[in-house]
C-alpha cells in the first residue's frame, strides 16, 4: 500500500518549534519532489515549502520563509518540515505530498497524507 504519514504536530506556545515528518511506505521518495501544505479552518490549502527529489532545491512560502526548513533523508523514506519561531497564525492542518517536481499547485501531487494538527496558542 503506497502511504505517506505524517507526524509531529501538536500544541505550542507562540515563539516555540516542532518538526514535522512525513514518512512514505510502499514506494520510495528517491525520485520524487515532496511539498508541505497547510489548511486552516475556513481556508485554502496553501502551499508552505517543497523540496527537490535531491534535497538540493527547496522553496518556502513567504510566510514562513526564515523560520522553516525542509529536509529529507532518502534513506530513511522521510522528510521533515522543521518549523520555528512558530506564530498562532501558523496553526492549520499540515500535509505532506508527492509529486514529479515542486509546484504550488496541490493538483499535481499524486500521494497525500492524511495531515497533522498544528495548533499555535498561550
Known amino acids: 500500500q503506497l502511504q505517506l504519514v505524517e507526524s509531529g504536530g501538536g500544541l505550542v506556545q507562540p515563539g516555540g518549534s516542532l518538526r514535522l515528518s512525513c514518512a512514505a511506505s510502499g514506494f520510495t521518495l528517491d525520485y520524487l519532489a515532496i511539498g508541505w501544505f497547510r489548511q486552516a479552518p475556513g481556508k485554502e490549502r496553501e502551499g508552505v515549502s517543497c523540496s527537490s527529489s535531491s534535497g538540493g532545491s527547496t522553496n518556502y512560502a513567504d510566510s514562513v520563509k526564515g523560520r522553516f526548513t525542509i529536509s529529507r533523508d532518502n534513506a530513511k523514506n522521510t522528510v521533515y518540515l522543521q518549523m520555528k519561531r512558530l506564530k498562532p497564525e501558523d496553526t492549520a492542518v499540515y500535509y505532506c505530498?508527492?509529486?514529479?517536481?515542486?509546484?504550488?499547485?496541490?493538483?499535481?501531487?499524486?500521494?497525500w497524507g492524511q495531515g497533522t494538527q498544528v495548533t499555535v496558542s498561550s
Open positions: 505530498a508527492a509529486a514529479l517536481g515542486c509546484t504550488v499547485k496541490p493538483g499535481s501531487y499524486n500521494y
